[in-house]
């Protein structure tokens, strides 16, 4: 997946930066599909939550506003933490 911002193995992030109202692509390790995924603004308010799937998810950002967002999954064996900006 050339282009995609990784945070370790675990998630991969395209495009970062993302453009306002667009689309960000996510994809979780194996390891981490069906986890519970949680992004916060950088307030450390909640803005976005869902279950991971398998493979690609589509994430739908509009309604968020400019800014740095901290990406946040975990499961019962692990967590992970990233960051993504749009712009």
């Not at 282009?3 to 370790?8: D, L, R, S, T, Y």
């Not at 453009?19 to 194996?30: A, P, T, W, Y």
């Not at 309604?63 to 692990?78: A, E, M, R």
């Amino acid at each position: 997946f050339e282009g995609f911002e990784g945070m370790g193995d675990d998630i991969k992030v395209y495009p970062n930066p993302v453009e306002e109202n667009g689309q960000l692509r996510v994809r979780f390790s194996d390891e981490l599909s069906s986890s519970q995924v949680r992004i916060f603004n950088s307030a450390g308010q909640e803005v976005k939550a869902f279950r991971a799937n398998e493979g690609m998810n589509d994430i739908d950002i509009s309604g968020l506003d400019k800014g740095v967002y901290i990406i946040k999954t975990d499961n019962d064996s692990k967590e992970v933490t990233g960051k993504f900006i749009i712009q």
